[in-house]
Structures are given as C-alpha cells and as structure tokens.
C-alpha cells in the first residue's frame, strides 16, 4: 500500500526493509512525498554517487528525534552509465539506510569523562545537541571551535566546546612557568651575548695585530727572497767569469806543460778541471732553479717524438744507449718542457750502472691532464729515499762518482708545480725507474 497521497510525478515507494517488525510503518513509504528526501534522491540518481539527506524525522521514530538517510544508487546495465540521461533512463533504485541522530552520536561519543560538548547543523539546521543530554555536564566555555565537513552531498557544521572538566585540566601554572623560564633564558642569552662582544672584540683585535705582523712578515721574506734571487743571479754570473778563466788556464797549462809536469801533477790538473766543470754546471743549474716562474712561455702544440730525439740526440752518452718514444702532440710549454725531459733523460743515462741501457719515454692524453712516462732499465731508488731526490742539492751518490748538482730533479718538481702540475717516482730500488709527470691541460682554443 504506497502512502501518503503526493502531487510529484513519480514514485519512489520503499519495498523492502528490515528488521521488518521494527520498521512496519515504513513499508510502502513513497519518499518523493518530503522534499528533503526527494530532493536528496534524486540527487543520488543523477550523480551516481552516495547521497544524505537533509534533517528528516523517521516514520519509526515514536520520539521525533532529527535523523537522515543515506542513498546509494543502482541501476539495470551492468555498465555504469556514462551521464545524466543515461542514469535517469536506467534508474532501477536506490538502497537506503536510516539514522537517528541522536542514536547515532550516543553510540559514537564517548558518555563519561568526555570534556568537550558537540553540536551539528545541516543548513542551519540543528541536527544533533548533546547539551540537551541530562546525564552529561555540558556548561561551555571560551574553548570553542567550529568545523565545516563536506558530508555525502551535504555541508555539516561543527561546533565543539570545551566544558568545565577540560577548562580545569588546561587551567594550570605551566604559562607562567613558561614566562619566567623565558625571562631566565633571555638574561643568561644577554649575559652571553656580552661576554661573546666582549670576547669578539679581544679577538678582532689580537687578529688585527697578527695580521700586521704576518703582514710585515710577509714583505720582509717577499725582500728576502727577492735579494736572494738577485744575489744568485748576479753571483752565479760573477762567479762564472773567473770559473771559464781557470778552465782555460788548466787547459792551456795541459797544452804548454803536458811533456814537462809530473804525473801527480797532471792528476791534479785533471781534478781541478773536473771540480771546475762541475761548478760551472752548477752555476748554470742555479740560474735555471732562480729563473723558474719568472717568464710565461707561450702554449703552442710540441710533438713529443721529435723533441725527444733532438734532446738524446745532443747529451753526452754511451753509444750503447736506446731511446724510444711514442708519436704524440701535445699542447704545452715548449722550453720548460725541453728542461724538464733534458734533465730526466739526462739522469737516467747518468746513473745508469751499465754501458748500454734503455729509456721509454711514453705521453697520454686525458680528458683534463697529459701524462708523461719516463722509464729507464736503471739500479732504480729506494722507496725511502723518493722524498730525498727531490731536494736541492741533494745527490744520492757521491759526486766523486756520478757528475750532477743536485738540482735536476728539485728544478723539474719546481717548473711542474708552476704549471699545476705533479711528478711522482715509481721504484722498488731494485731494478728500473719509472717517472710519472701530470700536467694540466690548458685547451687550445
């Protein structure tokens, strides 16, 4: 039996239902009669999604409570229908489910030890007032707030207040705790912000005398050094005046007197020639090490074949001595280059133990460096004194036995670093020597 009697024109009378006892008077209820229910069914039609309605009064409800109901659609094709017309066309139903509101929240909040009173609105609409609760004390304070949540198609307002028992659980002397704790903070954070002005000022100004100091320093060695690079330049000049003298002198008096002087003496005059050469070459190396850095000789591409050959070809060496060395172009310094490879081929022929031996000279070129091996069949060096090789001035044997200044290998470490670059020796001091030389590219534009 469809009721009540309605003037819309369609049905939408409720066929089934359960528990069925318990909702009897809602069987054959024609929604569309209430226009929040209509309107809500509908709505859940043509979307195709869950819908509420706005506050109703169920038919069951001997108390006439707010409540609401919740829709859901169902439709005849297997597949959801794609738009509105489509949806009306194949509307078979919607399947429903009633609440009472108040039901609904007694079963939802908690009833005791609860600090905080709950009110919910549809529309303006009151739909749920736990105030009017008498087993619950709801008195409001100044803790409230208010909550907008989107609700199946409905717009639900709530409006939460905090009651007596939550307004004597935040009443407490921790705020004042807080600002006394913060006055202590911000006078021990004043008492170190003068101690640190305080402290910054004595540091400022102990860095400002350092750096005057370090300052004075400064120029004083930068004197220093420039004095001492001008000494050697005019002492190593100076000094090979008379030295070229006395290497002619010895040379004429072996000449003049070669038939007449004693052994012993033309054993001297041997050695005195020898010493004298010595330190003619020593006085050139020195020239060479206070040089370095002064002059910027221009990046152009070296073949390092051909430059190879031309420096082994001029040295002074065993004719039993092999060279060998990759065809390669490089982009470097053409002199300090020709410096630096004169003196490695030079000491590995000089040191070499035996009358014939072999250098391989081999350059790769990186992405970002070229590096050049130097390897030779030589005694080699002991790994203790790599370090030792390096330094002016420092021969590791005795110059009686092998001709050198010293000054070769610390004049290569000190051209390379100008440019950037390394040197690193590789021996076990038993047999062979590999130089390994890294220098920065610089590309050619």
Sequence with gaps: NIHPQHQQSELWPITYIVPEKLNIKAIGLDVAFETNRYTAIKKARDT??????????????????????????????????????????????????????????????????????????????????????????????????????????????????????FQKSTHNKQPLFILIGGIIIDSLLLILFIFLSNANRKATSIAQKMTKDLREKTERLESSNHDLEQFTH?????????????????????????????????????????????????????????????TNYPFKKVNLQSLVN?????????????????????????????????????NSIKHHDKESGHIRIEGVVHDEYYQINVVDDGPGIPPNLHDKAFEVFQTLKSRDKVEGSGIGLSLVKRLLSHYKGSIEMISDGNRGMTIVIVWPRKHKK
């Design 310 to 346: 031309d420096i082994f070809e001029f040295l002074d060496r065993p004719k039993a001595f092999t060279i060998s060395v990759n065809n390669i172009n490089l982009y470097l310094p053409k002199v300090p280059l020709e410096i630096i490879l004169r003196n490695l081929i030079s």
């Design 48 to 165: 195709g999604k869950p819908q509420v309605t706005g506050p109703i009064t169920l038919v069951q409800d001997s108390k006439k409570t707010p409540g609401f109901l919740f829709y859901t659609p169902f439709y005849k094709s297997v597949d959801k229908p794609k738009n509105i017309q489509q949806r009306q066309a194949q509307i078979k139903g919607v399947v429903y489910a009633p609440f009472i509101m108040q039901n609904l929240m007694l079963g939802t909040l908690a009833q005791t030890n609860r600090q905080v009173s709950l009110k919910i609105y549809d529309n303006n609409e009151l739909l749920y007032n736990d105030e009017l609760e008498a087993n619950i004390q709801q008195k409001q304070t100044d803790f409230t707030t208010i909550q907008t949540v989107p609700m199946y198609g409905r717009q639900w307002v709530f409006h939460i207040s905090g009651n007596l028992d």
């Design 234 to 294: 005019v002492a190593s000049h100076d000094l090979k005046s008379p030295l070229n003298a006395i290497i002619k002198i010895s040379t004429w008096l072996e000449e003049d007197c070669g038939d007449v002087i004693p052994e012993t003496s033309k054993e001297y005059l041997e050695l005195l020639k020898s010493r004298s050469e010595r330190m003619k070459n020593l006085l050139d190396a020195l020239l060479d090490y206070s040089s370095t850095g002064k």
